[in-house]
């Protein structure tokens, strides 16, 4: 089995603050669920909010070139926000984004989410082609709304999104509050999980525990009680906590 230690400190390490982790063998930041158009779906549902998400989206990839500069940007999935055919607001806003990341990076790779309808024509302007997923140096990424057995049984660490992993935490006060969270999960294959946080704040998150699973791979190979959290905690950064075993209901 893969040392879990190993695989934080040297090949997927989490950003101090931001939801991205940087992977060194491949020069690569990886970021999962954007939702661009998010705010766009909420007002057609009658809530009325300002809109400052691409804003904070754009401001989070300054800061992580201010502190990596990496080559290249993996988007790991759900790019957009809602299913069906992409409006002009949200196709703006992706174009927004994609000509403010192109300013850093060389590469930018785009993997199929479960929201990620309607996307390729927009891409193919940018030279950007939406795969299923991308493999290299034993390294597996994917959204993980599709299981890919074959691929994750022949890699060394698999890195999802779709979960919107967040832990519920109790202060000393006895007050619960959530934090959004990478986790770092052994597999019953001997290899590593690694389930990203989404780059979207507006996104949410879901609070982590065995009935909350959204990804087949997560609910059929993840040792959960094994895994090892890193909570984004505004104002300390990205904190490493004990064992899943110790925080979550199982």
Known sequence: MKDIRTVVLKEVIPFNGIPAVYIPSLNATVISDLHLGYEEELVKKGILLKRTQLEEIIKEIDKIQETINTKKLIINGDIRHGFGKITNVQKKELEIFLLHAFNYYETIIAIRGNHDNYLKPILKNFGIELLEFFYEK??????????????????????????????????????????????????????????????????????????????????????????????????????ELPKLSLLINS
């Open 138 to 239: 034993g390294i597996l990424i994917l959204h993980g709304h599709k299981e890919q057995l074959n691929l994750v049984k022949d890699s060394e660490i698999i890195i999802i999104g779709h979960e919107h992993p967040a832990l519920l935490l109790k202060d000393n006060n006895g007050q619960y509050s959530k934090f959004l969270s990478f986790l770092f999960l052994p597999t019953i294959l001997g290899n590593v999980l690694v389930i990203l946080p989404p780059f979207s704040k507006y996104a949410g998150g879901n609070i982590f525990n065995k009935e909350s699973l959204l990804s087949e791979i997560t609910k059929k190979y993840a040792l959960i009680e094994e895994g090892i959290p890193f909570v984004l905690y505004e104002g300390l950064g990205t904190v």
